[in-house]
């Protein structure tokens, strides 16, 4: 068992960063699994997730409490996992967003198309293969609202995780899962299942990184 090295941040301006707390707390590389909400406390973590939430509303806390910039830098340099919301947040680029879009950390080279699927009562859950970091047992992903990535921008980007099943409007084969670099985004909620095989991809993607 490999020794507990890593300190997690999860931003907690908005959110469901608690969820992401509790499984990150059950796995053993990690030293200590944190709230995010001051520039002391993201300047004190190895790595951070960006939960999901309201995209929107997480931008203008981000941008009221002065932390703008320094996720910005941030997610320049040290491992981000984006979820959902968290994945619009870590975008370049957003379409879908309310006049005068909004404030993005200006992470991933991607567009991501917000709320894709629609309201809330078109939720649904579906099982995932994501081979590249999960091996061939599928993951059941929670879609709430959720972006998906309708472009990429640089070949960086690498596409681990594709929709197998038209959902309403949006094809098989859509992107919802991408890595760049020393960059992760979902555009599901990982947190809302039993199921920490993902959190612990993150632990190991985001080890890598540091060594």
């Keep these: 068992m490999s020794a507990a090295t890593l300190t997690v941040g999860v931003l907690?301006?908005?959110?469901a960063f608690i969820?992401?707390?509790?499984?990150l707390n059950k796995i053993p590389e990690v030293k200590e699994a944190i709230p995010v909400r001051t520039e002391e406390q993201l300047n004190s973590v190895d790595c951070l997730i960006i939960p999901g939430g309201e995209s929107t509303a997480m931008a203008l806390i981000a941008e009221r409490c002065n932390m703008l910039e320094p996720l910005r830098a941030f997610v320049?340099?040290?491992?981000?996992?984006?979820t959902c919301a968290g994945m619009i947040m870590l975008a370049k680029e957003a379409t879908g967003a309310k006049k005068g879009g909004q404030q993005l950390f200006n992470g991933l080279d991607v567009v991501v198309n917000r709320n894709q699927f629609g309201t809330q009562?078109?939720?649904f859950q579906t099982m995932l293969h994501l081979p590249e970091i999960l091996g061939e047992?599928?993951?059941p992903a929670v879609f709430i609202r959720a972006p998906v990535i309708s472009q990429i921008k640089s070949d960086d980007v690498k596409i681990v995780g594709r929709l197998e099943h038209k959902h309403g409007q949006t094809e098989a084969e859509t992107a919802v899962a991408v890595t760049q670099n020393h960059l992760f985004a979902t555009a599901f909620h990982p947190e809302l299942t039993s199921d920490n095989r993902l959190h612990q991809f993150f632990v190991s993607f985001a080890l890598k990184c540091k060594n």
């Design 137 to 139: 047992e599928p993951f």
């Design 12 to 15: 907690a301006l908005q959110g």
């Design 19 to 23: 969820e992401h707390i509790h499984m």
């Design 121 to 123: 009562k078109e939720s």
């Design 76 to 82: 320049q340099k040290k491992p981000t996992w984006g």
